[in-house]
């Protein structure tokens, strides 16, 4: 897979998910780009292969970063979401035998110089060391709620009787001596515990870990610069921050060209300045019908437009009637980022995926958090109380766990109104982290990026 004049080779083996295959082909990019002596080869099931080829993903790739494939040995990506623990588990079983084949056929040309490997590869420190391999581990998460994980055993108990309310105000830094660990919540950790098959998992990657050559984390230090700072002291290995996981796609002449590659475009266009609400939650939607339906409602009685990418078109049948009057636009797909960097979207309502976060950050949109479990939950409380770019929705719910249509729609309002002086605030922090995040694009790529 090593092109001959390739003095390096590197093998990439990145988590099944597309929140941590797109993070890690950014960092394979920037690999290539920063060493012209070095190949790598990513390796992926061959579902994965045929979804980033239906993408176009591989000829946008430098010629020395190649896809190499394992056969289907996991569920589909597709079905992934109905059962998370067992796909937990195909993973952490499943994967380890076909990536060591590979590794031995890659190995009989020439031994790998080194592997970088998800981190929550488990098994991706060992098959590296029982070959003499060094491995560094990508982090594609915030390294806040890392300095929270690699703390997991001395986790303060969280009574079951205890409120919710009470639970939200207790934090871990309370218990840590780590201020950054302020956004992690005594009630995160409650529903956190209660993943028992993927905790138990996450226990032996933190273990393992402490054997890599370094961990990567696809964050920026002026973003979570105390969680940097903290994770430094305690792990046994070097960090580095390698920059918020934007794909570099540089362009010739004016960012504009982009503009009317697809037919949502039209419709942005039309709009004014910072008046478009973007909402998606991601690939796997994990939110009640009842809830999505509270969304929809909510939005309607606030009147404000939206742009909304709904992947399950069987739950949109509220959506197209509420976007009937041209108030809003609901689309099955979309390039996320143009979106987020098109002058007229000027707010985010999100389920908070790191990386959807931080192409919102990069963009300087504010944002409504709606987070709906693991590493959301820490990021909603870092949206909305540590970097203040934005509100944490997830703290309007009534009693029954619904933010309701009011709570929707009074809360977008507001954000949506550029002379309301708390969403003028958020607008001013955003741009802060916008300059920050693109210096950071900037320091590691050396390039144009699609927003510049």
């Not at 060391?129 to 890392?146: E, K, M, Y």
């Not at 580095?240 to 039209?266: C, K, N, Q, R």
């Not at 203040?388 to 766990?401: N, S």
Request: aromatic share 8%.
């Amino acid at each position: 897979m090593a092109t001959a004049a390739a003095a390096r080779h590197v093998v990439a083996v990145p988590y099944p998910g597309r929140g941590h295959v797109n993070p890690m082909l950014v960092v394979c990019r920037l690999l290539a780009a920063a060493d012209a002596a070095l190949s790598v080869t990513v390796v992926v099931t061959e579902e994965w292969h045929a979804l980033l080829a239906a993408a176009g993903v591989p000829g946008t790739l430098p010629d020395r970063v190649r896809l190499a494939t394992i056969p289907n040995v996991i569920p589909s990506e597709r079905v992934r979401g109905a059962d998370f623990a067992g796909f937990v588990e195909a993973v952490h079983i499943k994967m380890v035998a076909p990536v060591e084949r590979l590794l031995d056929r890659l190995s009989l040309e020439r031994k790998p110089d080194a592997i970088v490997a998800d981190t929550f590869l488990a098994w991706g420190v060992g098959v590296g060391s029982a070959r003499g391999i060094p491995v560094c581990s990508l982090w594609t998460q915030p390294a806040t709620f890392f300095l929270a994980l690699w703390h997991l055993d001395r986790w303060p108990p969280v009574d079951g009787h205890q409120g919710e309310e009470g639970l939200s105000c207790r934090s871990l830094d309370q218990y840590l001596p780590f201020p950054a660990l302020a956004p992690v919540k005594c009630s995160d950790m409650k529903t956190l515990r209660s993943m028992v098959l993927p905790m138990k998992r996450l226990a032996q990657v933190f273990s393992n870990l402490r054997k890599a050559q370094c961990v990567l984390f696809t964050s920026f230090y002026e973003l979570e610069t105390g969680a940097i700072d903290g994770t430094s002291q305690v792990v046994p290995c070097p960090i580095y921050a390698v920059g918020p996981s934007i794909p570099y796609m540089p362009l010739e002449g004016d960012s504009g060209e982009f503009h009317h590659e697809e037919d949502y475009f039209g419709w942005l266009d039309a709009q004014p300045r910072s008046s478009v609400l973007y909402v998606s939650f991601g690939t796997h939607v994990s939110m009640p019908s009842s809830q999505l339906e509270e969304v929809a409602l909510g939005l309607h009685e606030s009147t404000v437009r939206f742009f909304w990418v709904a992947r399950d078109r069987a739950s949109t049948a509220t959506l197209e009637q509420i976007s009937a009057g041209g108030k809003g636009l609901v689309v099955p797909w979309c390039d996320q980022l143009k979106v987020l960097c098109h002058p007229s979207v000027g707010g985010f309502l999100s389920h908070c995926g790191w990386n959807s976060t931080l192409e919102a950050v990069f963009a300087g949109v504010p944002m409504l958090a709606f987070p709906v479990a693991w590493d959301q939950l820490v990021i909603g409380h870092l949206v909305a109380d540590e970097w203040k770019i934005g509100v944490d929705l997830r703290e309007r719910r009534r009693e029954d766990g619904v933010v309701g249509r009011a709570a929707i729609c009074d809360t977008v309002t507001k954000l949506m109104d550029l002379t309301d002086d708390d969403s003028l605030e958020m607008r001013r922090r955003a741009a802060e982290l916008r300059e920050a995040s693109r210096r950071a694009v900037q320091e590691v790529s050396g390039g144009q990026n699609c927003c510049s």
